[in-house]
């Protein structure tokens, strides 16, 4: 099992841009949480997914982000027009669909800078 | 919504003292509350975890309990190790939804 997948590792972009962050869950998960992580602060909640369905996106902000969970594929979370209070560690997070669906499991983070 | 408090911020130990971590939370539904160790640069893991119909829980030099009445749950230590250190967060969900994390506290373990 080779656990939650992200990637890129390291994004750069220039304001104005698009940032594009894959996860792909590990292999029996269906539900997928995306949070950011500002350096030395806390996991800020975005978004929950299950598969082609968003659960609950209170904590992402309404212009430029959206995030999906295609049926095949990784979910994607998509920053539009980038600005630098964007550039942050930005984690994923899957759990089981059945069994003990509260362990969440994280990726290895995306760090996007923008410059 | 659910609100997680987590003290003290900072925690700095003497090498095999304990460690104790606080966290409180404000949803009386909240029923599972996981806790997560992240080192430097790398991704948090879950260390253990507890649910609303258990008090306390032990795995080897770490152990946490539960206060369902007080809202609060307690993560501890023993025996501190220098690969103790890194920050824990503590986190509250209702049945595996939406997990709302605690701010951190930085552990660190002095040899």
């Known amino acids: 099992n080779a656990g939650v997948m992200q990637n890129p590792r390291h994004l750069v972009r220039r304001r104005g841009q698009e940032a594009r962050l894959r996860c792909s869950p590990m292999k029996g998960h269906s539900h997928v949480y995306w949070y950011r992580q500002l350096p030395e602060e806390g996991l800020k909640f975005m978004v929950y997914?299950?598969?082609?369905?968003?659960?609950?996106e209170s904590g992402m902000p309404k212009e430029r982000f959206s995030a999906e969970f295609p049926k095949e594929g990784p979910s994607i979370l998509r920053i539009q027009q980038v600005v630098r209070g964007d550039s942050a560690a930005y984690f994923c997070a899957s759990s089981p669909a059945e069994g003990v669906r509260e362990k969440l499991f994280f990726g290895s983070g995306t760090q996007l800078s923008v410059l | 919504g659910e609100n997680v408090e987590q003290h003290p911020s900072t925690l700095s130990v003497q090498e095999g003292d304990s460690a104790v971590i606080k966290c409180t939370y404000s949803?009386?539904?909240?029923?599972?509350f996981p806790w997560y160790k992240q080192e430097l640069g790398k991704r948090p893991q879950l260390i253990i975890d507890i649910r609303s119909n258990v008090g306390e829980k032990k795995d080897q030099r770490i152990a946490v309990t539960l206060n369902k009445t007080a809202k609060h749950f307690s993560l501890h230590i023993t025996e501190t190790q220098p690969e103790d250190s890194a920050v824990y967060f503590c986190?509250?969900?209702?049945?595996?939804?939406?997990?709302?994390f605690g701010p951190g506290t930085r552990l660190s373990v002095l040899p």
């Open positions: 997914l299950q598969k082609e369905n968003i659960i609950d």
């Open positions: 949803d009386s539904a909240s029923n599972y």
């Open positions: 986190a509250a969900s209702l049945s595996g939804q939406n997990f709302v």
